[in-house]
């Protein structure tokens, strides 16, 4: 048992998804799992664990933001020995090319400052996904008829951005879409020797002003989901 985790050992799953909200944990395992079971609600932070296809799997909330995140990662990787880490969530589109409701898998993510930053420094650290994960994620969107957007994205500090100027020159230089873990996720899984990707869906988009009705968006996070857990034991 962690500080934030309460699930006994034995009770967490090697690979772990990470949707930010818990309910949408929740969702995921009951909707993908087989048999799932809460095993953590401390917090409000729900995590289940079950099977698919018969593979072990948990699904975890990680909260809003790289701080809060991090503290999930940190305690799964060094308290319960997961291995495999992938963010399943929703992301705003940049780039007119990337549509409502299309997938959008992250090869690296920018960022401003991460909880990593303070390790860093003054060294501007390229966080990227795992490449066989990756790559065993766009086959499994192809198999699927889904043709995913693959690329840089940003993960964001703030919700509530007011840096016109900043989101024009993430467009200009090919961001496709904008959240905000990715990059924390990426950086402790290098560094933790630990596989992490990130298979989004945009649910809203910053050119167009077009935003995913709420209750759409579970219908329309199904693909996502099934990506990461075909990618993750292909």
Known sequence: MSIHIGAKPGEIAETVLLPGDPYRAKWAAEAFLDAPRLVNEVRGMLGYTGTWNGHPVTIHGSGMGMPSL???????????GVKTLIRIGSTGAMQKTVKIRDVVIAMAASAVSTPSSTIFREFRYAPCADW???R??????ENRGVSPHVGSIYSSDTFYDERPD?????????ILAVEMETAELYSLAARHGARALSVL???DHLITGEELPSEDREKSFGDM????LEAAFA
Not at 71 to 76: C, D, F, Q, W
Not at 136 to 141: F, G, L, S
């Open 201 to 203: 869906t945009v649910s």
């Open 166 to 174: 900043l989101n024009e020159q993430m467009t200009r230089h090919g």
């Open 136 to 141: 065993a994620a766009v086959q499994a969107a």
């Open 70 to 80: 991090s503290i999930y990662v940190n305690e799964l990787i060094r308290d319960y």
């Open 225 to 228: 989901v099934s990506i990461a």
């Open 132 to 134: 066989p994960l990756l």
